[in-house]
Structure formats: structure tokens, C-alpha cells
């Protein structure tokens, strides 16, 4: 399975160094920010298959705007929300956005852990997907040229057969005019 | 996953031949396990036999329909394979209209059937090369219909929706934001488009001849799930339901030979279509 890289948008540094450490060990690619400034620079810079952000943060820059940020460069990048349990409502808001997903505080590793998979498991079906696509296409462009040349050589071989056909029962020539004639066609065929 | 046992494969291979046309291999057990097993879970059955049974007994056919819904492929894209639509802009959609517009006063009449409409963009998008090349359509009278036979397909053909992933395979960013509006996450194709066209269901394997001549048929990709046998049933009636100057547009990667000696394969650039004889 893919390896994901991640990007953890968090004020509290003690949050930020818990997450970043868990997701290491766990062989995720991490990085962090300390705030929606941070992450907009990464982002722009960098591409991230999952955003991590606190709804809540100081600043323009909340997670609601990371959210859309990291969408706007690039749709791919699945964002979850962390949020407090009263800010519910806003992180339903927030998935009505494009977010992947939100969690609660006090975060649940295993939680977290499951729906990071969940992603994998999805980017990985979709890329699975789009090779099919590719190599249907490619078989199918392949095989659609060699099947509509032979399609016109049978038809021109069958209307070359007509042509010696009637040639052949053609009764106003003589014998050695006729195998003459259709041997021509035969041989411009 | 409920196991389908080797009585059960023929049983349920011809059922399925039987409403819908469809031959599925006998040897591939784990294609009816797939797609059939919900279905069995969904009505309480703990065999396919019991599935049979009921959905035989079913008047209301939603058993059935289910079937079919999950047998048939829905595989398909905006411009599918490109060449088709090239063909009907450039060459074949010009000397219809040429044919047609011998009498002056009436408008002329040009019909066109997707035979396998699936979720409905192949007609969309013949739709669209029409509006592209005609301009105002009002000056002709315009038939396009689209038929499968699945309800679920042809539910969702004629609504018109799609999601990103059905969009993104196929159209052009041109038509996108000519002809589409953005709907939530999906796009819905716009009325002048939508009002072009009409959607319904039909078996293939049932007579059509119902729906009358047209003068434009694309039957692309459906006829190979059929039997030989079946196939060469399907384009003799086709060639029926064709005009004598009608054309026919069948699959990229099909072949009319052995199948149909009615038609004859004629080219045009890069795309084969085909004319009866």
C-alpha cells in the first residue's frame, strides 16, 4: 500500500510533536506547521495526500481556510479536521467543503490510524483503476486498428471473389479470356 | 459471499441469458458470486438456486431487474474511442443532412439510436456534436434515443448527472463549461441538451421493430457479451431498423464478419462504419 504524506496543522506544539512522532512510527511521511501561514507555504510548495488541521487555530488562517487552501491547489489532498466537541456543527460544515473527515479531541490514534488507511485503500483502488484505463486503452486502440483492416480486406477480398465470379460465368467469353481476366483480378487483389 | 455450485451455474447462466441476453462464462464462478451474492443476501436467499426461484416468482421483477442491473457493464465515457464522433461530425452527420434536405418547406428529419445507451453519454454526446454542428436545431426535426437494458442505467441517463470521475473521462473542458452546470460536486448536462434526447429501456434480444427506421444507429460494445448466435440475430434486425442509406457505427475493437453479410465496412480516416448493401 501507499505510503501517504502528511501534513499536521496544529498552534499547540505539544499536539503537533505528539501527532508528528505517532505518524512516524507508524512510517507515514510527516511534516508540520505551527500555523494556516506555515501550511499554505508548504502547500504551495509541496504535494500532501492528507492535510491533518485543528478547526481552531489564532489568526485569518483557521482550519476551515486550510481546508479550503490545500482543495483549491489541489483537489487530491484529502483533508481531516480535528475538532472540540462543541464545534460539531462546524466540522459537518466543513465536510459539506470537501473534507475527508473530522475527529474529536482528545484524539484516538487507532481512529485516526483507521481512516488514514481508509485513504490509502482508496487512492490505492483509484490509481489500480486508472492503469486498467490506461492499459484497456492502449489494448483497445491495438487491437481496434489490426481488427478494422482485416474487416476491409475480407470486404475487398470477398467483392474481388464477386468480380471472378461473375468472370467466370460470363458466358460471351471464351474459356481462355475468362481464367485470363480473373487471374488479373486475382492478382490485383 | 455465498458459493454458487456447479448445478446452480447453468441454472443461473441461462436465467440470465434468458431476460437479458447476457452469456456470462460457466467457468468463471467468482463473476456471478461478485455481482449476484448481495442480491441473494438483500431477498433472505441462502443459495442462488432460491434466488432463482424467487425472483421467477417475483411479479413486481425488482429480483430481476436487480440481476440485470448487475450483470450488465455500464462501462462507458464522453467521446468514447474519439474516432466515432469525428466520423459522425465530419462525414457521416453532413450527407445525412444532405440526403435529407431534398424537399424544400420541410424541415429535415434525422433520427438516431443508441442502442446501448448505458448511463447516457454516448447520446450526450452525439447531442452535442449535433448542436455544435447545426447551430440552431430547430431547423431540423431531431429524434436521438437512448436504450439499455438497465432501469438504473437509464434512470441516471435521464436525469443527466455526473460525478467528477464520470466527467473527468472524456470531455472536453470546452463542453464541460458550455453545456454543464455545476451541482454541488457533480454536473447536470444543461436543458438544450437534455430536451434533445430520450431515454428508455429495452432488451435487445426482444423485437424492436417498434421503434421504427433510423437514420444513424450506434450499437458500440454490447454485442460482445452476446453469443455468436445472438449477434448475428441482433445486426440482421438492426439492418431492418436501418434506412437503406442509414449508417451503422459499432464498437472499435468488433468485427462484422461471420457476423452479418447485410452490411458492408467502409472507411473514412482512421474510423470504420458501415452501410447495408
Redesign the interface.
Known sequence: MKILSILVVDDDPVIRRLLEHRLKTEHYAVQVAEDGYAAENLLRTQFFDVVLTDLMMPGDIGGIEVLEIAKEINDKTEVILITAHSSVDTAVKAMQKGANDYLEKPLNFDELFLRLDKIANIQTILKNAQDLEHAMTTTESAASATIQSLEIQVANLRDSLDTVENILRNDELVDGDRVADALNVIAES | MIKIAPNELKIIAQYIHDVSGIFLDQNKAYLFETRLSSIAEANSCTSYQELHNKAKRDASKKIEKAIVDAISTNETLFFR?KGPFELLQHKILPEVIDNRSGRPGLKPKIRIWSAASSTGQELYSIAIVLKTLLGDTNAYSLSLLGTDISDTAITQASYGKYNKFEIE?GLDRKYLQKYFTLFG?SWKIKDEIRAMVNFKKLNLMQPFTVLGKFDIIFCRNVAIYFTLEDRKKLFNKLAASLENDGYLIIG??????GVCPLF??K?HLR??FYQKK
Not at chain 2, 472499435?252 to 464478419?257: D, F, I, K
Open positions: 474511442d473521462r460536486n472499435s475493437t468488433e468485427s462484422l464478419t458492408i465496412p472507411r474510423s470504420i
